[in-house]
């Protein structure tokens, strides 16, 4: 049974975790794009519908959480999954009340990213804070 390559988005502002994010997710078998702000998502978004979109939220300039806010009007199929180093409470419930799917925290990234993302295909909500 041969299943359909994952595209996934992802917004991440430093270049070492957008490195080692993409050698990782590449090594799994998914398709990775890179944006390294917002406002360079919200561009590629014009042309690329991805399956989900990792995305940080303390991006300079246009952050995570207004991103997700117009990220859900441009592709409102793709999934979000925060990855981020905010993992406050309130922060969390914001983040699942703009819509997202997942939240990880960048520290746990390394044991929870690969499950949180597998879950979000199958349509489940993943958090670990």
Known sequence: MSRRK????VVEDELEI????QRS????GYEVLIA???ELALQLLDQQHPDLI???IGLPSLNGIEAARQ???LSPTSKIVFLTQDCSPDMVQEALDLGAWGY???FRAGTDLLPAI???MLEKQFVST
């Open 6 to 9: 994952v595209h996934i988005l």
């Open 18 to 21: 957008t490195r080692a994010l």
């Open 25 to 28: 997710l590449t090594a799994c």
């Open 36 to 38: 390294h702000s917002g």
């Open 54 to 56: 990792l995305l940080d």
């Open 71 to 73: 990220i859900r009007k």
């Open 104 to 106: 990880v925290g960048k």
């Open 118 to 120: 597998e879950a979000v």
